[in-house]
């Protein structure tokens, strides 16, 4: 539910490798697991020229498309304090449990959300015209399971909490409810090392979860303001409680934990998400077949500027390579920090993703080893 490399500012990968830059960039992102690159890219904008950009993104599975909506629609919304977003996308982003303030806020903005794929919304920035009838519905069916759901726990060191519905896989509906997988796969990385990989600075005081809370809070800062966050305005946000290392304040009244994290009141049915405006910016989702369908359809051969593809997408290469126009960069993401490989493992992935990139017409930029590069860069010959 989460990527294995940092986020990359997508315009500078591009005009790194052309020398005339079209005004309107075309990127195609396939299997990314969440919404950091185009993230990183809406922040760093304000250092770029004005042109326009289209995120064209591809993922496995509904539910990180669905999640992907969800963190970008927090970064957006114009009423969110700075400290309350970021700490907000960071809760729903990898912790299994929310705090009720934010299983609130899941419950208060899923249920505005369940209404973009049936176009009752508006929503500028995103488009979801490329799914069927049904993936929609099935979209509107996971908000819906993230509104109603969740089960309560009560930490005695602590306040209560909700499970994190959102990392919940294969969700469908089912009569007047829902079934599903629960959580699919094995968690071998955290989910923040991705903000904070690229940390340069030996400070021994941080974590790397205080490193993404500050990357996050720039890359919010960033999109709202179009100008540089000030290290002391992040200093000015941080949690007191965290800084001084407090953990327990008082101990819980044991009746909050009967609190309704859905029943939020008729003022909020009729407030509706307020987006900060991104005009040059637009985010398209495509389902999953169109894998295997899009090199056979001419609108979108030679069509794209960046091609970036996550670790176990490879093997799609040859159906993404056409989509990629000429001398346009190729980016495959590495295995190096998937904690449960050994460097044989590593070294085998290496020398196949060279295989593969050799056989589909692409020309290696740099030596690349995935014991020690985060990516493959590769040129369309």
Sequence with gaps: MWGYSHPLDLQTEVTQREDRISDNLEVLIVGAGDARHIMKTLASSYTHPDRSITYHVIEPTLEQVAR???LLSICLERNLGLQEATRYYLEILGNTLLRPATAKYLAKCTKQ?????TRTVNCPWLSLEKFKHKDRDNLECIFKFWRNNGVAFTWLEGEPARSNSTLINNIIQHGSGFVHYAYLGDIVNGPYFTWAVTEKKEDKKLRATDIAEREIMRAIYEIRTREPLCEDYVGAHRDTSILNG??????PDIEIENE???SIGDKSDKEKISWVEVPNHKIIFHPATSLESYKSKCEYVNRFNLVWIAHNMTKQLENLVPLASTGAPVIVE????IADLRKEDLKNFTEE???LAQKNGLRSLHDFDSNEHVLARFCKN
Excluded: G
């Design 334 to 337: 590495s295995r190096k920090y």
């Design 260 to 262: 309704s994290w859905t």
């Design 246 to 251: 407090v953990i327990v304040n008082e101990m």
């Design 113 to 117: 959300l369940i209404d973009i794929p």
């Design 68 to 70: 992907s909506i969800l």
């Design 353 to 355: 993703l060279k295989e």
